[in-house]
Structure formats: structure tokens, C-alpha cells
């Protein structure tokens, strides 16, 4: 039940639904969705950590970069299953199709210049 319910709150949420279905098949930087959702870093983070506690994204560091992707193959299959219903649920959605044009012209920017999230860049 403990996962069901991690799952379920990191889903209610209209920005990790954003977050979620912006990782479809790729991985951005926590600088991108700063400035997808125009969010506070802090705000954003705490958004993307509740998604990885829920195990429905994945993350690692380079420097002093933070790289988030959607779970991978090998999740349990709640995870599987709830970024299926909400690829189902949301991929026609009009805010969804705004997300997707906007990361599109954030992943042509050089990672460097969307460092606006890192104080020490």
C-alpha cells in the first residue's frame, strides 16, 4: 500500500504531471524544468523528489548538473503502469503540447545558459 500511495500523491500534482510526461523518451536537467514551469529551484526539486521516492523517475549528477529521466524498464510494474495511464490520460492535453514546443526550444539552448537554478554556474 506504502507504494500506491507515494505513487498516487506524486501524480497529483499538475507540475509532476508536466515533469513526467515532459521526460517522454528522453532526459532533461532540473535547469529545464526551472524554466518549463517557472518555478522556484527549490520548488522544482522538491517536486522531482517526491516523483523518485515514488520510483517514477530516475536520477543521476554530472558535476554540478542534475539529470532526471522516467523510470526505466526494470521498475515495478505500478510504476510501469501508472506512467502508462498518464501517457494515456494526457498526451492530447493542450498544456502538454505547449510543454513539449517549449522543451523543444529549451533542449536547442546550451545547458550552460539555463544555469539560472545553480548560484555558483
Request: proline letters at 3%.
Amino acid at each position: 500500500m506504502r507504494d500506491f500511495i507515494a505513487i498516487s500523491k506524486a501524480l497529483s500534482d499538475p507540475a509532476r504531471l508536466r515533469v513526467l510526461l515532459a521526460l517522454r523518451d528522453r532526459e532533461l536537467c532540473l535547469c529545464h524544468f526551472v524554466a518549463l514551469l517557472e518555478l522556484a529551484p527549490s520548488t522544482v526539486s522538491k517536486h522531482l523528489d517526491l516523483l523518485y521516492q515514488a520510483g517514477l523517475v530516475q536520477r543521476r549528477r554530472e558535476g554540478r548538473w542534475r539529470y532526471f529521466k522516467r523510470a526505466a524498464g526494470d521498475a515495478p510494474s505500478a510504476v510501469l503502469g501508472a506512467i502508462e495511464w498518464v501517457n494515456a490520460s494526457l498526451c492530447e492535453d493542450p498544456q502538454m503540447r505547449r510543454d513539449e514546443r517549449r522543451i523543444n526550444e529549451l533542449l536547442s539552448a546550451d545547458v550552460t545558459e539555463l544555469t539560472c537554478c545553480y548560484k555558483g554556474a
